[in-house]
């Protein structure tokens, strides 16, 4: 149902960290028949992680995770490192600027060094506020903007435009992206 309606490429999620005390990985239970059916269709896919890590050890603990769950399947893109701000319960709460950028280099180089192209999720607050964006450009930027036009100030390659979008073969709202 996907590609009859044009859709070119999927962005699946692989896994995740937790944002409790203990800060778990878990794999998305999803993941692996979201993929066969993309690939079966003639969908691109691409992987991002929902990452929580609160140092460099836990940002390459996150990379190793992916690598191992990625082994062996076609990635049309970038593996991208998705961190964002959960709230008052998140044991990522205290991060600073210089903390976040220093985790999200250190999974994407993880990412790069064995091979694979790397990148980072971002909206506009976190690009601008929370993230030290001239130090990762050698990463891919996938924005998160929800205008007709975006007005972001660096290069980006893929721009996601709604959170609200509606396709028809998924139930509720659909995040809708461009790759450029």
Not at 8 to 30: I, N, V, W
């Amino acid at each position: 149902a996907l590609k009859r309606q044009g859709i070119d490429f999927a962005y699946l999620r692989l896994g995740l960290r937790g944002y409790g005390e203990k800060g778990s990985l878990y794999p998305d239970r999803s993941f692996d028949s979201y993929y066969s059916g993309a690939r079966a269709a003639g969908i691109d896919v691409g992987v991002y992680f929902f990452s929580q890590a609160i140092d460099e050890q836990e940002a390459r603990e996150e990379a190793r995770f992916v690598l191992d769950k990625i082994s062996g399947y076609l990635l049309a893109f970038p593996v991208f490192f998705d961190w964002e701000k959960i709230g008052s319960e998140a044991r990522s709460d205290t991060m600073d600027l210089a903390s976040l950028t220093t985790v999200t280099d250190t999974f994407c180089t993880e990412i790069r060094n064995a091979g694979y192209q790397a990148g980072l999720y971002f909206n506009q607050q976190l690009g601008y506020e929370e993230l030290h964006l001239p130090s990762l450009q050698t990463y891919t930027f996938w924005l998160a903007e929800y205008n007709d036009t975006p007005s972001f100030a660096y290069h980006f390659d893929l721009w996601q435009y709604s959170a609200s979008g509606t396709v028809d073969g998924i139930e509720g709202d659909v995040d809708l992206n461009l790759a450029f």
